[in-house]
């Protein structure tokens, strides 16, 4: 992989890390969701308006992908309202990289050498291996996590495939972001109703900056889809995991150990592999 788009992906991760702490932090998960999702479609349609129509062939997977991110947001809030950022995060992508490289082989035609696919194995290893608890795997929402991990996968193979196509990586990200910006606030009004998502709260703020966050990070990764494997574009974004341990030990009081720190050479080790 170029060593540009090794950068980039590895910046997105730890904007990913960032925007999940702050989901995490909060009372109210499914209400931060949605206001960070409401500041993606805010600021995906404003960027959408100075740019060209995305192309014909990438509308399909744009919509697709939206439907798929908005089930992804659902079961994330739903397994963080069981379980610590520590054990839930690495689950769900700690098992994307393997899942989402076995589907671009089949539905994109995708190839990586060994010393590539050993790096991804050793990264999803690593990363799944942070959520364990003296040998157990011990999460109350491991269902949701997995699930968690399968729509990611869905949705990454989605875009990967939508960007080639339409040619054109931001166009593509900014119409995608819109359409699931405007469909999340959607699903929670008819969860919830509108007075409760209109309804001001004290994380308000911090939930837009991290939707700010989400959007940024991603359309680097499908920037960096758009020319790269998705299975090792994952694989580095999900180095996140290392960024997310901190975090939670720093600001959330959630534990760092040794058997974590091992996990987490393991997860730099693949990162190289792959590079």
């Known amino acids: 992989m170029p060593f540009d788009i090794i950068l980039l992906t590895l910046f997105a991760a730890l904007l990913h890390a960032g ?5 995490r932090g909060g009372a109210d998960r499914l209400w931060s969701m949605t206001i960070m999702c409401l500041a993606v479609a805010i600021v995906s349609v404003a ?4 740019l060209a129509p995305l192309a ?4 399909r997977y744009a919509v697709v992908s939206a439907v798929l991110h908005v089930g992804y947001n659902l079961f994330l809030v739903r397994s963080y309202q069981a379980g610590d950022l520590g054990q839930t995060y690495p689950i769900a992508r700690g098992s994307s990289p393997i899942l989402i490289t076995l589907a671009a082989s089949v539905f994109a035609g995708e190839r990586v050498g060994m010393g590539a696919l050993l ?11 942070l959520a364990f608890k003296e040998r157990r795997l011990a999460v109350p929402s491991l ?8 729509f990611i996968a869905a949705y990454s193979v989605t875009d990967g495939i939508g960007v080639r196509l339409s040619g054109a990586p931001i166009t593509y990200t900014v119409w995608m972001c819109a359409l699931w910006g405007i469909l999340m606030p959607s699903v929670y009004i008819g969860l919830r109703g509108a007075r409760s998502l209109l309804t001001w709260r ?3 703020i911090m939930a837009f900056i991290g939707g700010l966050l989400s959007l940024l990070a991603y359309g680097i990764i499908i920037y ?4 790269a494997p998705m299975g090792a574009v994952s694989a580095l974004r999900e180095t996140s995991v290392l ?5 939670g030990y720093f600001f959330l009081g959630e534990t760092l150990t040794v058997r974590k720190m091992l996990a987490c050479a393991v997860i730099a080790i693949g990162t190289i592999l792959i590079g």
Do not use: Q
């Open 119 to 129: 790096g991804i194995v050793l990264v999803s290893v690593g990363i799944v291996s």
């Open 56 to 59: 014909k062939a990438g509308w």
């Open 202 to 204: 004290p994380g308000f």
């Open 224 to 227: 960096a889809m758009s020319g």
């Open 47 to 50: 960027i959408a308006l100075f």
């Open 243 to 247: 960024f997310a341990a901190l975090i």
């Open 19 to 23: 925007w999940n702490a702050l989901l």
């Open 143 to 150: 269902p949701y996590a997995l699930g968690t991990g399968c």
